[in-house]
C-alpha cells in the first residue's frame, strides 16, 4: 500500500497508539499539516466546532493564504488581512487517556488566535516563532477541530499593550500571511519531558551539549538536560538514561529522582563519547540523543534529539571552530527565505538544496536578517554544514519599551527551541548597535538558556563593546584583536540573470534603468558580468585583512542576499536582485567568482578558475574577457591560440583586453607562482537552438500530500544537448495529471510570469514548480516552443496515508549534496607579514589623542588641526625595524583620500596619494637598507573628498557615515594605524 518504508512505519505506528497509550508508553509526535480547510475572510461563528466549512479550500500546510503574491507583487503590495485555517482529527479512548496532548506551531504570520473544539485557547502575536498548547483540556473522544483565525496585518498591534511590532517591517519581512510553518500534535503520557515552546506553556524541553573537547582524539564529554513534569497526581520515582546508540553512549543520572505530583524539575546525565565525528563548515554530522524516563523498570517517556558536536572559541579577533580558524564568507538572506508563487513554505528537501547551494558557492554562513529564521531552515543548515547567525527580531535601530521587551522575549523562545541545532554559532541583538544594557541582557538570556552551547553574543556594530562577544559594520571593514569583527551585509548591488553584459541579448546597457529616489541607480541596474566583478572587488578588501595578516584582523563578512528576494528593491523590478541566484536558485556569474574565492577556511585551498559569461556572440565582437582565479597568475586560448595573460586586480580578478570573437573554444588555465598548472575553465560556443530539455532537479518520486513541489529545469539546447546561453525563447508548458501548476518566473510583464503555463527562457534556461496534490499518480509535464524539438517529463508521486485526519512526520530529505569533510587538522593559514607595535606617539596637534590610533578601537581616532604644518604624527616603536606595509584606517575612508609621505628614522619609505576603500588602505614602503624605530606620518597637502561608493538605498545614512565632514581639507585624521615588517626569511 505504500512506497516508502518510513511511512509504513509510522502507519504502523499510528494504530498501535491509538489502543497502547499511557503513562509509561513511548510518546508520540504527528505530522498535522495535511488536509486543513482554508478560507479568506472573516466569517461568524468559524472557531465552533460544528462549523460547517465543506465548502472552504482544501490545502495542506504550511500555506501561506496568498502565496501568489510571492515575487508577483513588491513587498509592500503584498495582500493582508484575516484568513481561517480548520483541521478535523480524531482520537480514540485509549489515545485520550492518562494522556497529554500538545499543539506545536512553528509559526504562523501575523498573529494567530487558536480553538479547539469551539473552546479558545490561546494566541500567538509576533509572528515569528514556535508556540504550543496544552489541548489535553479542551479535546474529547472522537473528532475534534482545531480552528486558527489568522491576521497578517502590516499594522497588526499586540493585544494586551497596543503595540505594534518593528519587525513587521515593509523593507525586508515579505508578508506571507497564515500558517505559513508546519504543526504537529505530540501525545505523552502524564510523567513527561517538556517540549522547547516557553510562550503559553512556559517550558523549556531537552538541552544535549559537549563539553571537554578533544578534537585530535575525536572525543568529548556529552551532557542532556531535561526538563521533567509529573501530572500523574501521584509522586514517582524514576531514572534518567541519555543514548547515543551511534556512539555506543549510555548513561544514567547518579541518582534516582523522585518529583511529586504538579512538580517539574531538571535531570541531567553525561557521559564520555569517543570516535565522534564532529560537525564542521560543509559537513552535517549529526547524532540522534534518546532520553528516557524509566519509572517502576519500565520507560515512561522517551525523546530523541537530533543534533551535533563542535568546538567554537571567539578570541584574538578570530573564530575557531574544532580548533581551527574560519573566516566568515557568506550571505545575509533574508528570513523568509521565499520562492515564487509559493513564498517561504517549501518542503523540506527544497530548503536542503537551496542551502547546500550556498555550500557549494564556498559560503559557510548564512546571517539571517532582522528575524529568527524558521524551524526549517535551521535544521537544513545543521544537516548540510551551514552556520548561521540567529537573530531575535529588529528593524534598524535599537529599541525601548515595549519594543524592547518583545524583542528579549523573542530571543529568549528562540534560544530554548534552537539551541540543541549545532549549526548556530551566533545569537544576534539587533540589525544595528545595542546599548551596553541591553547587550548584557541578550548575553544574560543566553547564559541562562544556553550557557554551553560555544555560541557567541553580540549584534551588528559595538566595535567597543566590553559586553558583547562579537560585531561588524553592515559593509565597512572592522578588525580586532580582541573579538571578532565581521561584516553582517556588505555587497549590495544589484542584477538580473537576465543580462549577461552589454553585447548578448537582449543587450540590456549596464546599469541602465530607472532612479531610485531621484538618484542614478546603476549599480542596482547591473548585468550579470559588472555584479560579479563587483563581488570581487567587495570580497577582496575582506580577504586582504584576513587572519594571518597581523596582530589586528579582520573575520570576514556576508554578502547581503543568496538568492533574489521579494523584499525591497532598488532597480528595475520589484524584488531585489542582489543574490547570487536567482528566485528559483539558478546560479548567476557571481555564484562561481565567490567558489573560486572562498574555497578555503582562510587562505584559498582549492585553487579554482572561471570565465565569467559565455562565448555565444556575433561575428565582429569585440569585448573584455574576465577570469576569476585563486591562481597566481592566468593564461587565456583561444581555439589553442595563446592571448598571453590576464591583468591582475583586485588578487583573483584577471583582465583580457579587447578580445576579438570567433567561434569555438575559449580556455583559462591558471598557475601557481612557480608557473605550473593548477586550475582551468572553459567555455564553448553552442550552436543554434534545436531542442527544449527538461530535467527534474529534486527527489525521485514525490509525495502525494498536497505539499511537496517539483523543481523543473527546462533550457534550450543546441544538436549536441549543450544550453543555449542567449536563448530567450518563450515556452507553452501542458501539465496532466494530480499536480498543480505553480510555475516559475521571467521578466517581460508586469506580475513576472508569475503562474502562466507560458514562460520563457533566460539566458537559455528557467524553471518551474509543479505542486503534488493528495491524489497518487503520474505526472506528465510536455515544453514546446515554435520549431524546436518538444520536450516530455514524467513524474512519479506516491500515497501519504493520514489515520483520522494524523500522518506520520515526513522521512528526511534524501537528495545528492556535496560534502567537504571533517575539519581539516593543518592551520588554515599561513602568516603574510609581522606586526611591530608601537611604544609610544607624539604629534603635530592634539598630541593626547594620537594613542588612539594604536588602541584596537575604531570609535576613536586622532585629527590633526586644518593646518599643514601639523598635520603629522610620529610613532616611536616598541623595537627597530625595517617596514614593508603601512596600513591605515583614515577618517573618511570611503570617500577621501590624502597625500602623504612616511619616513623611518628621517628617511623617505613612501610618498603617495592613498587610495578610497571600505576600511583600510596598505601603503607599501620602499625598501631601505637599515632598520629604524622613529615612524613619521605626515600630509603634504589637501585631502581631497569625493564619494566612490553610492549607497542610497541605505534606510538609515548614519549606517553609512565614516566621519568625512568633520574635518578640514588640511587634516590629517587616524582612526587606526598599524606597521608590518616582512616575514623573516
Known amino acids: 500500500m505504500y512506497n516508502s518504508p518510513h511511512l509504513k512505519t509510522l502507519a504502523t505506528l499510528l494504530f498501535g497508539l491509538a489502543t497502547a497509550l499511557s503513562v509509561f508508553a513511548d510518546r508520540a509526535a504527528y505530522n498535522l499539516n495535511l488536509d486543513w480547510r482554508l478560507h479568506v475572510g472573516d466569517p461568524v461563528g468559524a472557531e465552533q466546532r460544528w462549523f460547517d466549512d465543506s465548502a472552504w479550500k482544501l490545502v495542506t500546510l504550511p500555506r501561506a493564504w496568498n502565496e501568489d503574491d510571492a515575487f508577483s507583487k513588491a513587498i509592500v503590495d503584498h495582500t493582508t488581512g484575516v484568513a481561517w485555517y480548520r483541521k478535523h482529527f480524531a482520537l480514540t479512548a485509549a489515545q485520550l487517556k492518562d494522556s497529554k496532548v500538545f499543539i506545536e506551531f512553528e509559526?504562523?504570520?501575523?498573529?494567530?488566535?487558536?480553538?479547539?473544539?469551539?473552546?479558545?485557547?490561546?494566541?500567538?502575536?509576533?509572528?515569528?516563532?514556535?508556540?504550543?498548547?496544552?489541548?489535553?483540556?479542551?479535546?474529547?473522544?472522537?473528532?475534534?477541530?482545531?480552528?486558527?483565525?489568522?491576521?497578517?496585518?502590516?499594522?497588526?498591534?499586540?493585544?494586551?499593550?497596543?503595540?505594534?511590532?518593528?519587525?513587521?517591517?515593509?523593507?525586508?519581512?515579505?508578508?506571507?500571511?497564515?500558517?505559513?510553518?508546519?504543526?504537529?500534535?505530540?501525545?505523552?503520557?502524564?510523567?513527561?519531558?517538556?517540549?522547547?515552546?516557553?510562550?503559553?506553556?512556559?517550558?523549556?524541553?531537552?538541552?544535549?551539549?559537549?563539553?571537554?573537547?578533544?578534537?585530535?582524539?575525536?572525543?568529548?564529554?556529552?551532557?542532556?538536560?531535561?526538563?521533567?513534569?509529573?501530572?500523574?497526581?501521584?509522586?514517582?520515582?524514576?531514572?534518567?538514561?541519555?543514548?547515543?546508540?551511534?556512539?555506543?553512549?549510555?548513561?544514567?543520572?547518579?541518582?534516582?529522582?523522585?518529583?511529586?505530583?504538579?512538580?517539574?524539575?531538571?535531570?541531567?546525565?553525561?557521559?564520555?563519547?569517543?570516535?565522534?565525528?564532529?560537525?564542521?563548515?560543509?559537513?552535517?554530522?549529526?547524532?540522534?540523543?534518546?532520553?528516557?524516563?524509566?519509572?517502576?523498570?519500565?520507560?515512561?517517556d522517551s525523546v530523541t534529539t537530533r543534533t551535533g558536536f563542535r568546538k567554537t572559541e571567539f578570541t584574538n579577533g578570530m573564530i575557531k571552530l574544532n580548533d581551527r580558524v574560519i573566516q566568515m564568507h557568506g550571505y545575509a538572506p533574508r528570513s523568509t527565505n521565499e520562492w515564487p508563487a509559493v513564498g517561504g513554505s517549501v518542503p523540506v528537501w527544497l530548503s536542503d538544496y537551496s542551502n547546500s547551494l550556498a555550500v557549494e558557492s564556498g559560503g559557510n554562513i548564512m546571517r539571517w536578517m532582522h528575524i529568527t529564521p524558521w524551524k526549517q531552515d535551521i535544521e537544513s543548515c545543521d544537516r548540510v554544514g551551514l552556520i548561521h547567525a540567529m537573530p531575535a527580531g529588529d528593524a534598524e535601530k535599537d529599541v525601548v519599551g515595549r519594543w524592547w521587551g518583545q524583542r528579549v522575549e523573542l530571543m529568549r523562545d528562540a534560544i530554548i527551541y534552537n539551541r540543541n541545532n549545532p549549526s548556530i554559532l551566533f545569537y544576534e541583538s539587533g540589525n544595528a548597535g545595542v546599548n551596553e544594557k541591553h547587550m548584557q541582557e541578550m548575553k544574560d538570556l543566553r547564559d541562562k538558556y544556553d550557557p554551553h552551547g560555544g555560541r557567541a553574543s553580540g549584534s551588528r556594530d559595538m566595535l567597543n563593546s566590553k559586553v558583547a562577544e562579537y560585531g561588524g559594520h553592515m559593509l565597512y571593514i572592522n578588525k580586532s584583536a580582541r573579538f571578532p569583527l565581521w561584516m553582517m551585509e556588505y555587497s549590495r548591488d544589484e542584477g538580473l540573470r537576465k543580462y549577461w553584459d552589454d553585447y548578448s541579448p537582449p543587450y540590456h546597457k549596464d546599469g541602465e534603468g530607472p532612479l531610485y529616489r531621484g538618484k542614478d541607480a546603476g549599480i542596482y541596474n547591473r548585468n550579470q558580468d559588472s555584479l560579479a566583478i563587483e563581488n570581487v572587488i567587495r570580497w577582496h578588501e575582506y580577504w586582504h585583512e584576513r587572519p594571518g595578516t597581523g596582530r589586528r584582523v579582520n573575520s570576514g563578512g556576508a554578502k547581503i542576499i543568496f538568492a533574489d528576494s521579494n523584499t525591497h528593491q532598488r532597480g528595475a523590478e520589484n524584488y531585489r536582485r542582489s543574490g547570487v541566484v536567482d528566485p528559483m536558485r539558478i546560479t548567476k556569474d557571481g555564484f562561481y567568482a565567490h567558489q573560486v574565492m572562498w574555497d578555503g577556511w582562510v587562505d584559498v585551498e582549492n585553487p579554482r578558475t572561471y570565465i565569467i559569461g559565455h562565448w555565444n556572440y556575433a561575428p565582429g565582437t569585440v569585448k573584455n574577457v574576465y577570469v576569476v582565479s585563486s591562481a597566481d597568475s592566468v593564461a587565456l586560448f583561444l581555439n589553442g591560440k595563446s592571448l598571453g595573460r590576464g591583468a591582475q586586480s583586485n588578487r583573483f580578478l584577471y583582465t583580457f583586453e579587447n578580445v576579438t570573437w570567433h567561434s569555438g573554444e575559449l580556455r583559462a588555465v591558471g598557475y601557481d607562482a612557480s608557473d605550473k598548472k593548477i586550475a582551468e575553465a572553459t567555455k564553448l560556443t553552442a550552436g543554434e537552438p534545436a531542442a527544449l530539455r527538461l530535467a527534474n532537479l529534486g527527489k525521485k518520486s514525490y509525495f502525494a500530500d498536497g505539499h511537496d513541489l517539483a523543481l523543473v529545469e527546462i533550457e534550450v539546447v543546441d544538436a549536441k544537448g549543450r544550453r543555449c546561453p542567449t536563448a530567450l525563447d518563450m515556452i507553452d508548458f501542458e501539465l496532466d495529471g494530480p499536480a498543480e501548476w505553480r510555475g516559475g518566473i521571467a521578466q517581460g510583464r508586469p506580475n513576472n510570469y508569475m503562474l502562466s503555463k507560458q514562460l520563457p527562457v533566460e539566458c537559455g534556461v528557467n524553471r518551474v514548480f509543479i505542486r503534488a496534490t493528495r491524489d497518487a499518480g503520474t505526472i506528465t509535464l510536455r515544453a514546446k516552443s515554435g520549431d524546436l524539438k518538444p520536450a516530455v517529463l514524467t513524474?512519479?508521486?506516491?500515497?501519504?496515508?493520514?489515520?483520522?485526519?494524523?500522518?506520520?512526520?515526513?522521512?528526511?530529505?534524501?537528495?545528492?549534496?556535496?560534502?567537504?569533510?571533517?575539519?581539516?587538522?593543518?592551520?588554515?593559514?599561513?602568516?603574510?607579514?609581522?606586526?611591530?607595535?608601537?611604544?609610544?606617539?607624539?604629534?603635530?596637534?592634539?598630541?593626547?589623542?594620537?594613542?588612539?590610533?594604536?588602541?584596537?578601537?575604531?570609535?576613536?581616532?586622532?585629527?590633526?588641526?586644518?593646518?599643514?604644518?601639523?598635520?603629522?604624527?610620529?610613532?616611536?616603536?616598541?623595537?627597530?625595524?625595517?617596514?614593508?606595509?603601512?596600513?591605515?584606517?583614515?577618517?573618511?575612508?570611503?570617500?577621501?583620500?590624502?597625500?602623504?609621505?612616511?619616513?623611518?628614522?628621517?628617511?623617505?619609505?613612501?610618498?603617495?596619494?592613498?587610495?578610497?576603500?571600505?576600511?583600510?588602505?596598505?601603503?607599501?614602503?620602499?625598501?631601505?637598507?637599515?632598520?629604524?624605530?622613529?615612524?613619521?606620518?605626515?600630509?603634504?597637502?589637501?585631502?581631497?573628498?569625493?564619494?566612490?561608493?553610492?549607497?542610497?538605498?541605505?534606510?538609515?545614512?548614519?549606517?553609512?557615515?565614516?566621519?568625512?565632514?568633520?574635518?578640514?581639507?588640511?587634516?590629517?585624521?587616524?582612526?587606526?594605524?598599524?606597521?608590518?615588517?616582512?616575514?623573516?626569511?
Not at 496585518?153 to 499593550?161: I, L, P, S
Not at 601639523?870 to 603601512?886: D, H, M, P, V
Not at 573628498?945 to 549607497?951: G, N
Request: proline content about 5%; charged content about 20%.
Open 795 to 985: 513524474l512519479q508521486t506516491t500515497e501519504y496515508p493520514a489515520i483520522n485526519g494524523l500522518a506520520a512526520l515526513p522521512p528526511l530529505p534524501d537528495i545528492p549534496r556535496s560534502d567537504r569533510g571533517p575539519t581539516p587538522a593543518a592551520p588554515s593559514y599561513k602568516v603574510t607579514r609581522i606586526p611591530v607595535e608601537v611604544a609610544s606617539a607624539r604629534a603635530g596637534s592634539n598630541t593626547a589623542d594620537a594613542v588612539n590610533t594604536y588602541d584596537d578601537n575604531e570609535t576613536t581616532s586622532w585629527t590633526s588641526t586644518n593646518t599643514l604644518e601639523e598635520a603629522w604624527i610620529e610613532y616611536t616603536l616598541e623595537r627597530s625595524a625595517k617596514l614593508s606595509e603601512i596600513t591605515l584606517k583614515l577618517t573618511g575612508w570611503k570617500d577621501r583620500i590624502y597625500p602623504l609621505r612616511v619616513t623611518l628614522d628621517g628617511e623617505e619609505i613612501f610618498r603617495g596619494v592613498t587610495s578610497r576603500s571600505l576600511g583600510y588602505v596598505t601603503l607599501p614602503m620602499q625598501p631601505v637598507p637599515a632598520v629604524g624605530r622613529v615612524v613619521r606620518i605626515e600630509l603634504l597637502g589637501g585631502s581631497e573628498a569625493r564619494d566612490s561608493y553610492t549607497l542610497i538605498e541605505v534606510a538609515n545614512q548614519k549606517n553609512v557615515s565614516t566621519g568625512s565632514g568633520k574635518i578640514g581639507k588640511m587634516a590629517l585624521s587616524i582612526i587606526e594605524a598599524e606597521l608590518y615588517e616582512p616575514l623573516k626569511q
Open 107 to 300: 509559526g504562523v504570520r501575523q498573529a494567530a488566535e487558536v480553538y479547539a473544539n469551539g473552546k479558545h485557547v490561546g494566541r500567538s502575536e509576533n509572528g515569528v516563532m514556535a508556540f504550543g498548547f496544552d489541548l489535553t483540556p479542551f479535546l474529547s473522544v472522537g473528532e475534534n477541530v482545531i480552528a486558527v483565525r489568522t491576521d497578517n496585518d502590516w499594522n497588526y498591534k499586540e493585544k494586551a499593550t497596543g503595540s505594534r511590532y518593528q519587525w513587521a517591517d515593509r523593507n525586508f519581512n515579505a508578508n506571507y500571511g497564515g500558517i505559513t510553518k508546519n504543526v504537529r500534535l505530540h501525545i505523552t503520557g502524564k510523567l513527561y519531558q517538556t517540549l522547547p515552546l516557553y510562550s503559553n506553556l512556559g517550558t523549556t524541553g531537552v538541552y544535549v551539549y559537549a563539553t571537554d573537547f578533544d578534537i585530535k582524539n575525536c572525543a568529548a564529554t556529552i551532557h542532556a538536560e531535561s526538563e521533567v513534569c509529573n501530572e500523574t497526581g501521584r509522586a514517582w520515582t524514576f531514572s534518567y538514561v541519555m543514548e547515543i546508540s551511534a556512539l555506543g553512549v549510555k548513561a544514567v543520572a547518579e541518582k534516582s529522582i523522585t518529583l511529586a505530583p504538579g512538580e517539574t524539575t531538571i535531570v541531567r546525565a553525561s557521559a564520555r563519547a569517543v570516535k565522534i565525528d564532529f560537525w564542521s563548515w560543509g559537513h552535517g554530522s549529526l547524532y540522534d540523543v534518546r532520553t528516557t524516563l524509566v519509572a517502576d523498570g519500565k520507560p515512561a
